[in-house]
């Protein structure tokens, strides 16, 4: 598939030029990096935020950046992917506080995509465990995978390099996590008891979190939900009310999680409080990513100014 059309589906799930700079047309702080390309995706690892760049024309790979505090701009991570010969990269947090990247490798105009775990001081990088996909995270040696085909959206556990296809996953309001047989199968008919999506691992190895709708259809109102990690037993309701989900992170305790979406009949970065079972809204507007501090303090958000993307760090 072509470089553009992945570009695309990747900003689709999410929604320029040069640390820190003059505030922004938004009152954050803009991230600062040389050359044209536009930023995706940050991630706020303990040394750091971590965001990809993409060449404005498509030409050529991606790059791996990371601004830290106190630095006047950011600076590049050489990532040392062998054999790929133009990427996507997509930093992660890794349960732990580790860097990851999905680095999807074009050959011939089809993507391959490696799940990468990354040196922060040398670049070098190794193979991890799990299905070759973008949407990808991982707790241990297991991976979940989130996987939407048409209507049907789920998750779904693999150990090693084999996908299960779990007969019984954790309920959430008594409804049975649809995840396992249609997406690891490939059958075209999903369960009608609702779609999960937005996984979201923590440091604490014994819960994953996620989103879940028990409604198919386009306005599907989703509900925040912690759930046993290995997707078995009852899932815990949260905060509901999410519509137009675009991104979910989390502090990595996961006491806060921000999650892009629309509440309330507002869009913007809405703060999601597990002790307080309760959501405020950080910033109306239309985002296309964003990316909670493992303090749980500020929020870097990608925006757009001038028709080009730029990611803006403020207080959350």
């Known amino acids: 598939m072509k470089r553009a059309i992945w570009m695309a589906v990747l900003l689709g799930l999410t929604l320029a030029g040069c640390g820190m700079s003059p505030k922004g047309d938004n009152d954050g702080d803009v991230v600062r ?32 950046w990371r601004w830290r505090d106190g630095r006047a701009a950011a600076e590049p991570v050489a990532v040392q992917a062998a054999d790929c010969r133009s990427a996507l990269l997509r930093p992660e947090r890794r349960p732990g506080g580790e860097l990851a990247v999905a680095a999807g490798c074009f050959e011939a105009d089809e993507l391959r995509v490696r799940l990468l775990a990354v040196d922060r001081v040398t670049g070098a990088t190794s193979a991890l465990v799990g299905p070759p996909g973008l949407d990808v995270v991982w707790s241990g040696q297991t991976a979940y995978e989130s996987v939407a085909t048409g209507p049907c959206a789920g998750v779904v556990r693999v150990v090693g390099e084999r996908v299960e296809a779990m007969e019984t996953g954790p309920s959430f309001d008594g409804r049975p996590w649809p995840s396992s047989r249609w997406s690891v199968q490939g059958t075209t008919a999903c369960p009608d008891t609702g779609r999960v999506r937005f996984p979201v691992t923590l440091d604490d190895p014994a819960q994953i979190a996620a989103l879940a709708t028990d409604d198919t259809g386009d306005a599907a109102e989703w509900t925040l939900y912690l759930a046993p990690a290995g997707l078995t037993g009852a899932a815990t309701a949260v905060v509901g ?12 305790d996961g006491s806060l999680f921000l999650i892009q979406a629309a509440h309330d009949d507002t869009e913007g970065l809405w703060m999601v409080d597990v002790a307080a079972r309760a959501a405020r809204l950080v910033r109306a507007g239309k985002f296309a990513g964003a990316g909670l501090s493992p303090d749980g303090r500020r929020v870097a958000a990608v925006d757009y100014h001038n028709g080009l993307r730029r990611i803006t760090v403020f207080p959350a």
Do not use: C, I, K
Not at 44 to 61: K, Q, S, T
Not at 241 to 252: E, K, L
């Open 33 to 64: 990096f040389s050359g044209s390309g536009q930023p995706y995706w940050p991630v706020w690892l303990d040394d750091g935020l971590y965001f990809a760049v993409a060449p404005l024309h498509g030409d050529g790979p991606d790059e791996l």
């Open 241 to 252: 009310g999410f519509s137009n989900v675009g991104r979910v992170s989390a502090t990595p």
